[in-house]
């Protein structure tokens, strides 16, 4: 199995598995994707009936174009349970939370695979979001990271991750560990996805706003949300604007057209601009697209 190329995500949004009228309107949320969920918002009794449920439910929330990831439970016997339930052919993703290590990954990975061919699955069709939230793990970010093929985004589990540590889940201590999140992803070429904000307060929808301002600049991609006021703030946020799509576009034909006419230095806009300046304008393009 070999990767694929990376999604272009930027919205995740929490629904419970089992929660019919979130489910009913997940779609209209105007997420990239709708993570359905097994594990913290389904009390222990009622997880047999979230699993049963998931092809339905996966059928409503995508039905608008959106992607759809669930999250399964960290317990083995959970696990193992929930991936039966949940790899099908419109599951794209798997969450999973509470990642130890690569090994870890890779047994999911494993038995990922195994589900697959039994239902004639093309391999390597179930991608998965590796979620760290605890102290021992956060030592393995990289190798978490780079553990899989299917591995295409890693974030921060921050409410347990701030409790382990028995730290306040601030701006603080998002940044710290937020930005070792960014170096992994990135150096393994996958989606850095969260923010280096905490938001309890689901109201103040211009703090949220600053907070992925910010947050994009240092390099994340996508985060992940439970309100649906949070889904078009992420969306404006993480997502190219038309501003900065034509200014990148401007900018390539500019050093194209130097370096055509063999000139060694491109000046852009009253700026200069070199190689690196061209790879993130290519890249935005890229991700617009």
């Keep these: 199995m070999t990767a694929r190329p990376l999604p272009n995500w930027r919205s995740l949004?929490?629904?419970?598995?089992?929660?019919?009228?979130?489910?009913?309107?997940?779609?209209?949320?105007g997420a990239d994707v709708i993570i359905l969920d097994l594990e913290d918002s389904i009390p222990p009794a009622e997880k047999p009936a979230a699993r049963d449920a998931l092809a339905g439910?996966?059928?409503?929330?995508?039905?608008?174009?959106?992607?759809?990831?669930?999250?399964?439970?960290?317990?083995?016997?959970?696990?193992v349970a929930d991936i039966a339930a949940a790899v099908m052919p419109r599951v794209a993703a798997l969450m999973l939370p509470k990642?130890?290590?690569?090994?870890?990954?890779?047994?999911?990975?494993?038995?990922?695979?195994?589900?697959?061919?039994?239902?004639?699955?093309?391999?390597g069709h179930t991608r998965l979001v590796a979620v760290v939230e605890t102290p021992q793990a956060l030592p393995h970010l990289a190798a978490i990271a780079g553990?899989?093929?299917?591995?295409?985004?890693?974030?921060?589990g921050v409410e347990d991750l701030a409790t382990e540590l028995e730290a306040a889940p601030s701006a603080d201590l998002l940044y710290h560990y937020g930005m070792m999140v960014v170096a992994a992803a990135r150096g393994a070429?996958?989606?850095?996805?969260?923010?280096?904000?905490?938001?309890?307060?689901?109201?103040?929808?211009?703090?949220?706003?600053?907070?992925?301002?910010?947050?994009?600049r240092l390099g994340f991609a996508c985060?992940?949300?439970?309100?649906?006021?949070?889904v078009p703030i992420i969306n404006e946020e993480y997502g190219p604007t038309a501003e900065e799509v034509e200014r990148a576009r401007r900018l390539?034909?500019?050093?194209?057209?130097?370096?055509g006419?063999?000139?060694?230095?491109?000046?852009?806009?009253?700026a200069m601009i070199d190689l690196p300046v061209v790879e993130r304008a290519r890249r935005l393009l890229a991700r617009a697209r």
């Design 13 to 29: 949004l929490f629904v419970p598995a089992t929660a019919e009228r979130f489910v009913a309107r997940a779609h209209t949320r």
């Design 189 to 216: 070429g996958i989606l850095p996805m969260g923010s280096v904000g905490a938001f309890a307060d689901f109201q103040d929808l211009e703090g949220y706003r600053a907070s992925l301002r910010r947050s994009r």
């Design 57 to 79: 439910a996966a059928a409503v929330v995508g039905q608008a174009g959106a992607e759809v990831c669930v999250r399964i439970n960290r317990p083995l016997e959970l696990a």
């Design 99 to 123: 990642v130890m290590g690569p090994e870890h990954v890779r047994l999911l990975s494993e038995v990922v695979a195994a589900r697959e061919a039994a239902q004639g699955m093309e391999p």
């Design 223 to 230: 985060a992940a949300c439970i309100h649906p006021l949070h």
């Design 252 to 259: 390539i034909a500019a050093f194209e057209e130097a370096v």
């Design 261 to 270: 006419k063999g000139q060694g230095a491109v000046a852009f806009e009253g």
């Design 147 to 156: 553990a899989d093929p299917r591995v295409v985004a890693l974030g921060l």
